[in-house]
């Protein structure tokens, strides 16, 4: 359908406004709300998402498309049904202790939004005891935790030893991310998972549930 192509290639843009223009059109033609947003929505991310994965954008068209996407969303939420926007599981996200960098941390968190799961963003500068009164209180699947600076990725572990000591592992996934954080980094912490960008955490996710 031409409209639903139309909105996958603003969302692909960036264009938020023409996002919105055309899924208010597509509401008033009758199309499905949850056409609109896996034949409009989600194939413009897809696009984005292999683009950034091949390195043809980079991070500030990426946010400019979630941006596009989100508004989108937030017109066809309420017209979608309960199956669809229920989570497929609950994700905690942070950017640790000492670092403010955040857009990274967002980009991530609205693709896997995006994906069906639900995002609780703890913000920036999180320190060991706002991660565990998270966990408390909101008792996710996963907690994702984000740092920048090679000066903060120590934290990590502050944080994981945290989780064990308060006996909250058993409970949660632990995954990490930031641009220099590594595998062998991410091993040697004894975390469940380490993505690199956006589309590598939604497979990661994905496989760690399944677990």
Same mark, same amino acid.
């Given at each position: ?33 949850? !056409? ?32 596009? /996407? ?44 995006? !994906? ?36 903060? /990725?120590?934290? /990590? ?45 939604? !497979? ?8």
């Amino acid at each position: 359908m031409k409209i639903l192509k139309e909105i996958a290639v603003n969302v692909e843009n960036g264009d938020s406004t023409t996002v919105k223009e055309l899924i208010k059109t597509a509401l008033s033609q009758k199309i499905a709300a949850e !056409e609109i947003l896996n034949d409009g929505l989600v194939k413009g991310m897809d696009v984005i998402g292999i683009k950034f994965k091949n390195n043809e954008v980079f991070i500030p068209e990426v946010l400019i498309a979630t941006r596009a /996407m989100k508004a989108g969303m937030d017109i066809i939420r309420p017209f979608l049904t309960h199956e669809i926007v229920k989570p497929k599981a609950k994700i905690v996200m942070g950017t640790v202790k000492g670092d403010l960098h955040d857009i990274g941390k967002k980009i991530v968190g609205m693709i896997l939004e995006r !994906e069906g799961y639900e995002i609780i963003d703890i913000g920036i500068d999180v320190s060991k005891e706002k991660f565990l009164k998270a966990i408390k209180k909101e008792n996710p699947d996963i907690i994702g935790m984000s740092a920048l600076l090679t000066t903060t /990725m120590a934290y /990590m572990r502050e944080v994981i030893e945290a989780v064990e000591k308060a006996k909250l592992k058993q409970n949660v996934k632990i995954i990490i991310g930031g641009a220099p954080i590594t595998q062998s980094f991410a091993d040697e912490i004894k975390v469940d998972g380490y993505a690199p960008d956006g589309v590598s955490a939604v !497979e990661l996710v994905k496989n760690l549930l399944k677990k």
